[in-house]
């Protein structure tokens, strides 16, 4: 028996280099786009995104720290540089008052208004342009299992906080 570590095979190795580097490119291009456009970070881009696409315009603090995978205090930062910024705005949540909603604001969705073009734009450009119609449907098909996969055991954000003595 072997104790040697498990490996990738050169078709799996290749796979992830490519995809590794296939996400920073777009990543670098996108946080360009919006910072230019809308000063907005990648994160805050997405916060503005998923509450914009909710139809109350509003989110739980942890659900959108589940939904863009970043860290609570991570999303309580961007979320307090948008609410200075009069993009959302925070209050605690009626159901629980341990809980904040985020909401997006009439300038929120401006300047989304603003961004989305051009994020459109880089997003198609630099993604979609080399692919025929049929080589983005295998791209989906190939991409949500994994992420399926990869959010069957919740990232940190989501996972229950665990109870302090005297809570």
Known sequence: MSDAPPSLDPVQLGAYFDLIEVTSLLRH????????????SYVQFQLLARLGDSPSGSHRMTDLADGVVYSRSGLTYQAGLLEKAGLVTR????????SITVTITDAGRERLAD???????????????????EDVKTLAGLLAPVRD????TPPRSAAPRRRTRGS
């Open 115 to 133: 961004v989305l073009p051009g994020h459109i734009g880089v997003v198609s450009s630099l993604l979609f342009a080399p692919l025929s119609r």
């Open 29 to 40: 291009a996108v946080e360009q786009q919006l910072r230019e456009a809308g000063d907005l």
């Open 91 to 98: 209050v605690p949540s009626p159901d629980d008052e341990r």
């Open 149 to 152: 996969h990869m959010r069957s």
